[in-house]
C-alpha cells in the first residue's frame, strides 16, 4: 500500500475476505456448470472453423448436434472425437458439416472408446492452446522490441465505423496521433447473438461485428503501426454477452492485448442469465489468463445508472469481486484492468475532490493492477466547450492519481459518433495535461485527516458494509433482489439460460483440464 | 397558427446589437497550406460569413486540416415565421415518469415486449427495453415505476397475447426490423387483430410498433396505437406511455 490515504490495513483486509466470501459459491457454481458457449469455445480450440452458407458457424451446428443427441451435462468433446473415429476423418470441421447434414449421430462414448476419444480431443485442443501460448510469446516478442508507450496512463481510443476497412486507417492514424490502445467498439446487440458472426464485415450498427477475421485484420494493421511508430500498439475488443467464452478465444488466437471482462455487466445491463454469466465468465477469464491478456472491467457502468456519489461504494465492491474472480481464475494482478470513471455531476461542490477521492481509493486497493479510468458520459451534455473543460479534468485526476489505462474522453460525447476533429482535440487535451502535470502525482499527498482522506475512509466503509449484507444472503440472492444498480436478476430467468447445463458426473472438458493444470 | 405574431428580424450577436457575429469549425480533407486557408475561407463565404476570419488552422494527420473560423453573417432570421412541429406529448425525465406513474397509477405499469414472427432482430427492442438502453439513454428496464417483460425474438403472436394476458401488460411493445415482403406490416396487421379478438376495447393494452422502416402515420391502417420510427429513445416511449396511460386517458377511449 503506497499509504496516501492511511487506509486502515484491517479494514481493507476485511473487504478482501467478504468479497471472497460472496464470490466463492459462484465459483462453485461456475465449475459445476457449463454452456454452449464454453463448450463451442473447446471446439474451437479444437480446430473447427468457418460457417455454414447461413453464416452460422459449424461450431454452433456442432455443439447443436451433440446435444441433441446426449445433451450438454457431459461436454461435448469426448462424443465430437468418439465420433471422428467412427467416422474416420480427422477433421473436425468437416464432422460438423456431416453433423448439420444429420449424416452423423453422436453418443457419450464408455469405457477403451471414451479413452481414446478423450486422449484425441486433449492433443487437439491442446494444439490450440499451443497456439494461444505462441501468440503470447510473440507479443512479449514485439512489446521487446518496440517498446510499450513512454507514459502512463497509456491513452486509449475507440474507433467504431462498423466497416472493418473504415476502422483500419482510422485506427492507424490514432496511433499515430498519440493512441497507445485502440478499441473497436462492437456492433449494438453483438453480445446478444448467441454466435460469433464470421469473416471480415463492412456493416454494423454503432459498432463493427466482432469476428475473428476481423480481429486479424486489425492486429496485422496495428502490427506495421507499431513498426512504424517504434512502440507496440495494443488491440483491446469484447469478452462479454453471450459468447464470452468464444471471444477470449478468438482473442487469444489472435493476439488482442486487452478484453473487456465483467462479471456482472451482462447480468445486470443486458438481462443475460446469472449462471450463463459466471460460468462463462470464469472459462473466458482463465483463457485470458493464460493469453496474457488484460481485462477491462466494468464498473463504469453502474455510475451511469446510479448517483456517483451515493452509489461510489459499488464501485468498489464491484471491483473487489472482480479482483476475486480474476484472481481465482488464474489472472495476475497485472491483468486486472479494474474500472471506475469521472462520473459525478459537476454541479456537486467539491466534485473535483471527490473524484480525486473515488479514483485514489482504487489505486490503493489495488496497487498492482492497471486500472482502467473512464471518462465523463452522464453528464456531458452538446455543451462541447464545457465537455472540454471537464475532459481536461477528468485527465488531470486520471495523472495525479495513477491511472493505468485512460479512455480519451470526447467532448462531442452524447453528439455525434467522434469526428476527426474531436479525436485531435480530445488527444492535444490529454497530452497537453499529461505533459503539464505528468509528475503530479508525486506532490499529491492528500491532508492527513482532511477531506479526500475522509471521503476514501467513508467510501470503503460503505464498501465493507454491502459486502457484509451481500455476504449474509449470497451473491446471487443479492443480484435478484437488485442489489447492484436496480435490476432485479434471478438465477431462473434472462437470456441464454436454455445454453446452461449442471454437470453430469461424467462431465470432461479438456480445455479447463489443461488451463487449470497449467496453475501453480 | 402563428398569423398575428409581429414580425422580428433578429441576427445573430457576437458583442454589439446587429453585429452578425458567429463562429464556425470544420475539418477539411487537405494537408494544412495557404491554398487550405484558402479553401477554408472560401466554404465561410459562400456560407454567408463575410468577412470572415481565419482564427486558427491545424493539420490533423496527413491529409486534413481543422479550422475556426470567426465572422459575420449576411442573413436575417424572421423568428415570427419560424414553424414548430410540437410532439403531442409532452417529454418527461425517468423522474417525472416513475413519479407520475405512482402517484396516478399507484402500482406499476406493465410492459411486454418482443419481437415477432421470424424477425430474429432484438437491436430495436434491447435498446427500448434493456437497461443498457440506446445513445446515453436507459432503456424501459431502468424505470423503478414499470415493470418491464422482454420476450425476446421470435415469439407468435398467440404467446405474445398470453404473455400480455399473464402480465396484466398495460402496454405491448413490439419491434419488426425485417421488411422483406412487407413482413412488417403483415405481422403488425396480425398482431393487433389477434388483440382485437382475445381482448374487449376497454381491457386491451396500448399497442405499439417500432422499426426502422415504418411511416409513423400508418398506425390507424395497421391497427396500432402508435408507431415509432428510426432514432426513437426510451424517454420518447415512456413519455408517451405515461402521455397515453395516464395523463391523457380519456382522450384515448
Same mark, same amino acid.
Given at each position: 500500500?503506497?499509504?496516501?490515504?492511511?487506509?486502515?490495513?484491517?479494514?481493507?483486509?476485511?473487504?478482501?475476505?467478504? +468479497?471472497?466470501?460472496?464470490?466463492?459459491?459462484?465459483?462453485?457454481?461456475?465449475?459445476?456448470?457449463?454452456?454452449?458457449?464454453?463448450?463451442? +469455445?473447446?471446439?474451437?480450440?479444437?480446430?473447427?472453423?468457418?460457417?455454414?452458407?447461413?453464416?452460422?458457424?459449424?461450431?454452433?451446428?456442432?455443439v447443436?448436434?451433440?446435444?441433441?443427441?446426449?445433451?450438454?451435462?457431459?461436454?461435448?468433446?469426448?462424443? /465430437?472425437?468418439?465420433?471422428?473415429a467412427?467416422?474416420?476423418?480427422?477433421?473436425?470441421?468437416?464432422?460438423?458439416? %456431416?453433423?448439420?447434414?444429420?449424416?452423423?449421430r453422436?453418443?457419450?462414448?464408455?469405457?477403451?472408446?471414451a479413452?481414446?476419444?478423450?486422449?484425441?480431443?486433449?492433443?487437439?485442443?491442446?494444439?490450440?492452446?499451443?497456439?494461444?501460448?505462441?501468440?503470447?510469446?510473440?507479443?512479449?516478442?514485439?512489446?521487446?522490441?518496440?517498446?510499450?508507450?513512454?507514459?502512463?496512463?497509456?491513452?486509449?481510443?475507440?474507433?467504431?465505423?462498423?466497416?472493418?476497412?473504415?476502422?483500419?486507417?482510422?485506427?492507424?492514424?490514432?496511433?499515430?496521433?498519440?493512441?497507445?490502445?485502440?478499441?473497436?467498439?462492437?456492433s449494438?446487440?453483438?453480445?446478444?447473438?448467441?454466435y460469433?458472426?464470421?469473416?471480415?464485415?463492412r456493416?454494423?450498427?454503432?459498432?463493427?461485428?466482432?469476428?475473428?477475421?476481423?480481429?486479424?485484420?486489425?492486429?496485422?494493421?496495428?502490427?506495421?503501426?507499431?513498426?512504424e511508430?517504434?512502440?507496440?500498439?495494443?488491440?483491446?475488443?469484447?469478452a462479454?454477452?453471450?459468447c464470452?467464452?468464444?471471444?477470449?478465444?478468438?482473442?487469444g488466437?489472435?493476439?488482442?492485448?486487452?478484453?473487456?471482462?465483467?462479471?456482472?455487466?451482462?447480468?445486470?445491463?443486458?438481462d &443475460?442469465?446469472?449462471?450463463?454469466?459466471f460460468?462463462?465468465?470464469r472459462?473466458?477469464?482463465?483463457?485470458?489468463?493464460?493469453?496474457?491478456i488484460? &481485462?477491462?472491467?466494468? =464498473?463504469?457502468?453502474?455510475?451511469?445508472?446510479?448517483?456517483?456519489?451515493?452509489?461510489?461504494?459499488?464501485?468498489? /465492491?464491484?471491483?473487489?469481486?472482480?479482483?476475486?474472480f480474476?484472481?481465482?481464475?488464474?489472472?495476475?494482478?497485472?491483468?486486472?484492468?479494474?474500472?471506475?470513471?469521472?462520473?459525478?455531476?459537476?454541479?456537486?461542490?467539491?466534485?473535483?475532490?471527490?473524484?480525486l477521492?473515488?479514483?485514489?481509493? +482504487?489505486?490503493?486497493?489495488?496497487?498492482?493492477?492497471?486500472? %482502467?479510468?473512464?471518462?465523463?458520459?452522464?453528464?456531458?451534455?452538446?455543451?462541447?466547450?464545457?465537455?472540454?473543460?471537464?475532459?481536461?479534468?477528468?485527465?488531470?485526476?486520471?495523472?495525479?492519481?495513477?491511472?493505468?489505462?485512460?479512455?480519451?474522453?470526447?467532448?462531442?460525447e452524447?453528439?455525434v459518433?467522434?469526428?476527426?476533429?474531436?479525436?485531435?482535440?480530445?488527444?492535444q487535451? /490529454?497530452?497537453?495535461?499529461?505533459?503539464?502535470?505528468?509528475?503530479?502525482?508525486?506532490?499529491?499527498?492528500?491532508?492527513?485527516?482532511?477531506?479526500?482522506?475522509?471521503? +476514501?475512509?467513508?467510501?470503503?466503509?460503505e464498501a465493507?458494509?454491502?459486502l457484509?449484507?451481500?455476504?449474509?444472503?449470497?451473491?446471487?440472492?443479492?443480484?435478484? =433482489?437488485?442489489?447492484?444498480?436496480?435490476?432485479?436478476?434471478p438465477?431462473?430467468?434472462? %437470456?441464454?439460460?436454455?445454453?446452461?447445463?449442471?454437470?453430469?458426473?461424467?462431465?470432461?472438458?479438456?480445455?479447463?483440464?489443461?488451463?487449470?493444470g497449467?496453475?501453480a | 397558427?402563428t398569423?398575428?405574431?409581429?414580425?422580428?428580424?433578429?441576427?445573430?450577436?457576437?458583442?454589439?446589437?446587429?453585429?452578425?457575429?458567429?463562429?464556425?469549425?470544420?475539418?477539411?480533407?487537405?494537408?494544412?497550406?495557404?491554398?487550405?486557408?484558402?479553401a #477554408?475561407? *472560401?466554404?465561410?463565404?459562400?456560407?454567408?460569413?463575410?468577412?470572415?476570419?481565419?482564427?486558427?488552422?491545424?493539420?490533423?494527420?496527413?491529409g486534413?486540416?481543422?479550422?475556426?473560423?470567426?465572422?459575420?453573417?449576411?442573413?436575417?432570421?424572421?423568428?415570427? #415565421?419560424?414553424q414548430?412541429?410540437?410532439?403531442?406529448?409532452?417529454?418527461?425525465?425517468?423522474?417525472?415518469?416513475?413519479?407520475?406513474?405512482?402517484?396516478?397509477?399507484?402500482?406499476?405499469?406493465?410492459?411486454?415486449?418482443?419481437?415477432?414472427?421470424?424477425?430474429a432482430?432484438?437491436?430495436?427492442?434491447?435498446?427500448?427495453?434493456n437497461?443498457?438502453?440506446?445513445?446515453?439513454?436507459?432503456?424501459?428496464?431502468?424505470?423503478?415505476?414499470?415493470?418491464?417483460?422482454?420476450l425476446?425474438?421470435?415469439?407468435?403472436?398467440?404467446?405474445?397475447?398470453?404473455?400480455?394476458?399473464?402480465?396484466?401488460?398495460?402496454?405491448?411493445?413490439?419491434s *419488426?426490423?425485417?421488411?422483406?415482403?412487407?413482413?412488417?406490416?403483415?405481422?403488425?396487421?396480425?398482431?393487433?387483430?389477434?388483440?382485437?379478438?382475445?381482448?374487449?376495447?376497454?381491457?386491451?393494452?396500448?399497442?405499439?410498433?417500432?422499426?426502422?422502416?415504418?411511416?409513423?402515420?400508418?398506425?390507424?391502417?395497421?391497427?396500432?396505437?402508435?408507431?415509432?420510427?428510426?432514432?426513437t429513445?426510451?424517454?420518447?416511449? #415512456?413519455?408517451?406511455?405515461?402521455?397515453?396511460?395516464?395523463?391523457?386517458?380519456?382522450?384515448?377511449?
Amino acid at each position: 500500500m503506497t499509504g496516501k490515504l492511511d487506509l486502515d490495513p484491517a479494514l481493507v483486509a476485511r473487504a478482501r475476505e467478504l +468479497a471472497r466470501r460472496a464470490g466463492q459459491p459462484v465459483v462453485d457454481l461456475a465449475r459445476s456448470h457449463t454452456t454452449v458457449s464454453v463448450e463451442r +469455445a473447446v471446439l474451437r480450440l479444437a480446430g473447427v472453423t468457418g460457417a455454414d452458407p447461413d453464416g452460422i458457424p459449424w461450431v454452433n451446428r456442432l455443439v447443436d448436434a451433440v446435444v441433441a443427441d446426449v445433451g450438454l451435462g457431459h461436454g461435448v468433446a469426448a462424443a /465430437v472425437f468418439d465420433a471422428l473415429a467412427r467416422e474416420q476423418i480427422t477433421d473436425v470441421t468437416l464432422l460438423a458439416q %456431416k453433423a448439420a447434414a444429420g449424416s452423423v449421430r453422436f453418443r457419450q462414448p464408455v469405457g477403451k472408446e471414451a479413452t481414446a476419444a478423450r486422449r484425441a480431443a486433449r492433443r487437439a485442443v491442446a494444439a490450440g492452446i499451443r497456439r494461444i501460448d505462441r501468440r503470447r510469446a510473440e507479443r512479449e516478442r514485439l512489446i521487446k522490441r518496440y517498446g510499450d508507450p513512454a507514459q502512463r496512463p497509456w491513452i486509449y481510443l475507440i474507433v467504431a465505423t462498423g466497416d472493418i476497412y473504415e476502422d483500419i486507417p482510422q485506427a492507424q492514424a490514432a496511433a499515430r496521433a498519440g493512441a497507445d490502445v485502440i478499441a473497436v467498439i462492437r456492433s449494438t446487440g453483438q453480445s446478444l447473438l448467441d454466435y460469433v458472426p464470421e469473416g471480415a464485415t463492412r456493416e454494423g450498427f454503432a459498432g463493427t461485428y466482432a469476428t475473428q477475421e476481423n480481429f486479424r485484420l486489425m492486429r496485422e494493421a496495428l502490427d506495421a503501426s507499431s513498426r512504424e511508430l517504434g512502440r507496440y500498439v495494443r488491440l483491446t475488443n469484447y469478452a462479454s454477452g453471450l459468447c464470452m467464452p468464444e471471444m477470449a478465444t478468438l482473442a487469444g488466437l489472435e493476439r488482442l492485448d486487452m478484453m473487456l471482462n465483467d462479471s456482472m455487466y451482462g447480468i445486470l445491463f443486458r438481462d &443475460i442469465n446469472p449462471i450463463r454469466t459466471f460460468v462463462d465468465q470464469r472459462f473466458s477469464r482463465q483463457v485470458h489468463a493464460r493469453a496474457g491478456i488484460i &481485462i477491462n472491467t466494468g =464498473e463504469d457502468n453502474y455510475l451511469t445508472t446510479a448517483d456517483a456519489v451515493e452509489e461510489a461504494h459499488t464501485v468498489t /465492491v464491484s471491483q473487489l469481486l472482480n479482483e476475486f474472480f480474476a484472481h481465482e481464475a488464474g489472472l495476475a494482478d497485472w491483468q486486472l484492468g479494474l474500472g471506475h470513471a469521472f462520473e459525478i455531476n459537476p454541479d456537486v461542490p467539491e466534485s473535483l475532490r471527490l473524484e480525486l477521492a473515488h479514483a485514489l481509493l +482504487a489505486r490503493e486497493l489495488f496497487p498492482d493492477a492497471p486500472l %482502467k479510468w473512464m471518462p465523463p458520459t452522464k453528464h456531458m451534455t452538446g455543451d462541447v466547450f464545457r465537455g472540454n473543460l471537464l475532459d481536461g479534468f477528468f485527465n488531470l485526476v486520471g495523472t495525479m492519481t495513477g491511472q493505468g489505462i485512460l479512455l480519451v474522453g470526447m467532448m462531442t460525447e452524447a453528439v455525434v459518433t467522434p469526428w476527426l476533429s474531436d479525436r485531435d482535440i480530445a488527444l492535444q487535451n /490529454v497530452r497537453y495535461v499529461l505533459g503539464a502535470a505528468g509528475g503530479l502525482h508525486e506532490d499529491f499527498v492528500p491532508a492527513p485527516g482532511g477531506f479526500i482522506q475522509q471521503r +476514501a475512509h467513508r467510501v470503503l466503509a460503505e464498501a465493507v458494509r454491502l459486502l457484509e449484507r451481500i455476504g449474509e444472503q449470497s451473491l446471487l440472492t443479492a443480484i435478484a =433482489e437488485g442489489a447492484f444498480g436496480i435490476m432485479k436478476r434471478p438465477p431462473d430467468r434472462g %437470456k441464454g439460460l436454455d445454453g446452461v447445463a449442471r454437470h453430469e458426473d461424467d462431465y470432461w472438458n479438456p480445455a479447463t483440464e489443461i488451463l487449470e493444470g497449467a496453475r501453480a | 397558427m402563428t398569423g398575428a405574431v409581429e414580425k422580428k428580424i433578429v441576427r445573430p450577436y457576437g458583442d454589439t446589437t446587429g453585429d452578425g457575429m458567429v463562429q464556425l469549425s470544420f475539418t477539411l480533407p487537405v494537408p494544412h497550406d495557404k491554398r487550405a486557408e484558402g479553401a #477554408a475561407i *472560401q466554404l465561410a463565404g459562400k456560407m454567408g460569413i463575410d468577412p470572415a476570419m481565419l482564427v486558427h488552422a491545424k493539420q490533423i494527420g496527413d491529409g486534413y486540416t481543422f479550422f475556426v473560423v470567426y465572422g459575420r453573417v449576411n442573413h436575417l432570421v424572421d423568428v415570427s #415565421a419560424v414553424q414548430v412541429v410540437e410532439r403531442d406529448y409532452p417529454l418527461l425525465s425517468a423522474k417525472e415518469v416513475n413519479a407520475l406513474v405512482k402517484q396516478k397509477l399507484r402500482r406499476k405499469l406493465s410492459v411486454v415486449g418482443a419481437c415477432i414472427g421470424t424477425d430474429a432482430h432484438t437491436v430495436g427492442i434491447d435498446a427500448i427495453l434493456n437497461v443498457k438502453g440506446i445513445a446515453g439513454e436507459k432503456g424501459l428496464e431502468y424505470y423503478r415505476e414499470l415493470k418491464v417483460t422482454n420476450l425476446g425474438a421470435q415469439v407468435s403472436v398467440p404467446e405474445l397475447v398470453e404473455a400480455a394476458r399473464v402480465e396484466k401488460a398495460d402496454a405491448v411493445l413490439v419491434s *419488426q426490423v425485417v421488411t422483406q415482403r412487407d413482413a412488417h406490416l403483415h405481422n403488425t396487421r396480425e398482431m393487433s387483430a389477434a388483440f382485437r379478438e382475445a381482448m374487449p376495447a376497454g381491457k386491451r393494452p396500448l399497442l405499439i410498433v417500432g422499426g426502422p422502416r415504418f411511416d409513423e402515420t400508418m398506425a390507424e391502417e395497421l391497427g396500432v396505437d402508435r408507431i415509432f420510427g428510426r432514432g426513437t429513445t426510451p424517454g420518447e416511449v #415512456a413519455s408517451y406511455l405515461v402521455h397515453a396511460l395516464i395523463t391523457n386517458r380519456r382522450a384515448r377511449a
